[in-house]
């Protein structure tokens, strides 16, 4: 059984890899995360038991959650949540952005997710190219580092790239695609963002914001190592 249809060397479709709908529980992709506030763990169970398939994932899975008095807004990868207004440090506090650098990546190899129809040997080629990046960080070659950085991102992206005709077939895909690493990747980064937001509010520093891979905090001063911990 062939994986792909070819015309020369592109990929047209996937052919008997998956089936057409896949139905999932989310409680398969998020991570065994232990939040201490009643509202997260309301949250965490109400995703868990919702059931998911390839076309409805992302609308099944947007919602509101709170925490301390910001609304976060998830849904199948991202967080994302604002207190409006003009925000600014003085001499008594700090205003810190902190990104998570290449969290995806990091989670991709930390978790060993991978497309289901793929070997270990996906996973032992991208560590080897995030290595290689690292390097080329390293000594100041900043053509094949940005060239590996795209690589890696790029990889990514491709768990989720397909296309669907009019009547529902598959029109085109990658040969990485698999909705359910893409998935699970997606929705571990969003848990742990809220499991670090909820961390800092109950140790009663302000989270101005949250994005898909980065937190804005405001604290005071004499409080720089705790946040730094």
Known sequence: KHLYELEGTKVLKLVDLYPKVEFKKASEFIPDVKFETENLNDYKALIANTSINPF???EKLKMSVKIGGLDYEVGSGGVHAAIKGFHKSSSTTTISDFDVTSYYPSLILAYSIKPRHLSETFLDVYSQIVDDRKRANSDK???????????????????NNIAWDDSGDVEYSSFLYDWTACLSITLYGQFFLLKLAEM??????????ANTDGITLKYSNDRRD???R
């Open 226 to 228: 705790d946040v730094l």
């Open 200 to 209: 800092l509010t109950l140790e009663g520093i302000l989270v101005i914001s």
């Open 56 to 58: 409805d994932f992302k």
């Open 141 to 159: 070659d900043k053509f094949t580092a940005d060239a590996l950085k795209l690589v890696i991102n790029s990889t990514f992206g491709k768990f």
